[in-house]
């Protein structure tokens, strides 16, 4: 990349208007990019268009169509009709924040005491939670529902939120940032008197704000998007999460093409609008953290 | 450090020892309600596990195994089939994706106008549930009418793949098709990762390799590739894994049994199957052990090669 090593004489002539000496590749790279971009967003916009569509119940055309003859909102009547949606999104709420609060308060607590504590042990516990990221959820899976069963969890918020309130990866990535705080601020919040807990809660959690962000997102998109544990521990349809209620519903209606999309985009919307407004964020916590969702 | 360290002036050995004292049990409040969490939830059931392969339910307890359910395991020619299926759809994956992850970051990397937007709508799959967006290409890979085959169609293509209807080991098969789906959610998260590799190449090596007269291209796979080396090493590692736990698009598309023709079925949806379905916990126990020693032989080594280099770069 040459033009690297020539950057400022180059941004005065684009200042004068005149084309810079690489716009042939710049324009065949940006052409590139936009074409893969397409290929992208085109699934997405044909499923809306075709969720609009009354006949694609039926019959579709044989030349995909951009935009069906017959818009409406036939499907999504039947879609919220077929699942209790609003039930779904309850749910799926319940679990999303349930874990998210407990997953950043634990993790926080132990990255804390990690971080800043001094006790017998502390190397070996650390070891033990970091143990944790080498045992995938698939391994734990079936003994976990057996376990949940023998509990008489199955079917409750408990059982979708408990197995997931703490975590090597969690607590490592906050031990990490509260590492990089200033002993000597702690240190006089001690000579004023105040508890280690109080530290915790007035001066580490907000300190820690950026990484306790991005854990949310993290964590909000691995639990709205799980499926094989719900699928696993919740047999009645008043407590599937959205996510599971789509895979069901989609097996379901694999023939009414058009109610099967209008159930998909229901389930993916509020996630993709979230995204749109906090697209920065999110993508600097995936970087940052180097695990997606 | 700090806790154990009383900074205030001490008025004699007792208070200190027992301020000393109180300072560590505080530890002990903040560690062990996370810890008898990940025990409870993480350590026991992974411990059950372990158990259940080497046990067989009979009515009223149970009996040691020893290896029987390892032994039915691996003269089982379906879990070979899901071992296979999962070891192929991985390593079509990362073939595919690492390179055209690599090239496309290399055109962000270097375009000029509009690659915040173009960042936004290659992550949006990556958002998307794996669920949605098996369901959405249930539809995309339909024969007759599905946008992929009446995009070919227009190109004047009369021998159409039947892409997700065809179990067979071919190019236009079931295999290929849901091959396409993961490249396709996944090449955002590769290019975003990528990129971020890219921007951490320091410039002053691609301005003296424009001294030397390199060519971009030349610059390219002699400075950019070679650099990149953390980043492949990191994706390889994190990519296995999620391959070797896929589930939930092939569960959409294919039920637990991953068809047509178990053609889909992966390992986890094997133990799936044979946990929740069949009930044979101890099967299932013995195929979530052998998962956990491949993946911990994945991330081992990974890990030491790079660590190893981590650290000699350090010294």
């Known amino acids: ?293 | 450090m700090p806790g154990s360290a009383p900074s205030s002036a001490d008025s004699g050995i007792f208070s200190g020892f027992r301020r000393a004292f109180r300072g560590t049990l505080v530890w002990y409040g903040f560690v062990l309600p996370p810890l008898f969490l990940i025990l409870v939830f993480i350590g026991y059931p992974t411990a059950l596990a372990f158990e259940q392969s080497l046990f067989t339910e009979i009515p009223g307890g149970r009996e040691f195994a020893g290896t029987y359910h390892f032994e039915r395991l691996f003269q089982n020619q379906v879990f070979w089939g899901a071992i296979g299926n999962t070891v192929l759809l991985g390593v079509a994956f990362l073939v595919i994706i690492i390179p055209l992850a690599t090239i496309f970051a290399s055109m962000l990397n270097r375009v000029r106008r509009g690659s915040t937007p173009l960042k936004v709508i290659y992550f949006l799959p990556q958002l998307t549930s794996s669920v949605a967006v098996a369901i959405m290409f249930n539809y995309v890979f339909q024969p007759d009418w599905g946008l992929l085959n009446g995009f070919l169609r227009q190109l004047g293509i009369t021998n159409l793949p039947l892409w997700l209807a065809d179990p067979r080991y071919s190019l236009t098969g079931s295999r290929a098709a849901v091959t396409i789906l993961a490249v396709w959610a996944g090449l955002g998260y590769y290019i975003i990762v990528t990129l971020a590799g890219l921007q951490s190449v320091p410039t002053d090596l691609y301005d003296a390799a424009a001294i030397d007269g390199a060519s971009p291209l030349q610059s390219w796979w002699y400075i950019t590739l070679p650099s990149l080396r953390p980043t492949f090493i990191f994706l390889i590692m994190t990519g296995s894994i999620d391959a070797l736990a896929r589930f939930s698009d092939l569960w959409t598309l294919g039920g637990p049994g991953g068809s047509p023709a178990r053609s889909l079925q992966s390992i986890v949806m094997f133990m799936y199957q044979q946990g929740f379905e069949s009930q044979d916990f101890s099967l299932s126990a013995a195929t979530a052990v052998v998962f956990f020693l491949i993946v911990l032989l994945i991330t081992g080594a990974a890990f030491w090669g790079f660590l190893r280099r981590e650290f000699r770069a350090l010294r």
């Open chain 1, 1 to 293: 990349m040459a033009e690297q090593a020539i950057a400022i004489p180059e941004a005065k002539v684009q200042r004068r208007w005149r084309l810079p000496h690489d716009w042939r590749s710049q324009t065949a790279i940006f052409i590139t990019l936009c074409t893969g971009a397409l290929f992208m967003l085109l699934p997405f916009w044909w499923m809306f268009a075709t969720s609009l569509s009354r006949k694609a119940d039926i019959s579709m055309p044989r030349t995909p169509q951009l935009w069906p003859p017959d818009p409406g909102i036939f499907n999504y009547w039947i879609a919220t009709n077929n699942l209790p949606i609003v039930r779904l999104y309850f749910n799926s709420l319940v679990v999303v924040g349930g874990t998210t609060i407990g997953y950043l308060f634990f993790c926080s607590l132990a990255g804390y005491a990690f971080a800043k504590g001094r006790f017998p042990g502390k190397s070996f516990l650390f070891i033990v939670f970091l143990a944790t990221l080498f045992i995938p959820f698939e391994t734990r899976m079936i003994p976990l529902y057996l376990f949940m069963g023998q509990l008489h969890l199955t079917n409750t918020y408990w059982a979708l939120i408990l197995p997931f309130l703490a975590g090597g990866f969690g607590t490592f990535l906050m031990r990490q940032t509260i590492s990089s705080i200033p002993d000597e601020l702690l240190e006089a919040a001690r000579i004023d008197g105040a508890s280690e807990f109080r530290i915790f809660v007035q001066i580490i959690l907000p300190l820690c704000r950026p990484t306790l962000a991005t854990l949310a997102i993290i964590n909000v998109i691995w639990r709205w998007n799980d499926v094989l544990w719900p699928l696993l521990v919740t047999s009645d349809s008043n407590m599937f999460t959205v996510t599971q209620g789509l895979a069901l519903e989609g097996h379901s209606q694999g023939t009414y093409t058009g109610v099967a999309l209008a159930t998909a985009v229901l389930a993916i919307l509020p996630v993709v609008v979230a995204y749109l407004f906090l697209q920065r964020y999110v993508i600097r916590s995936v970087v940052s953290s180097g695990v997606k969702g």
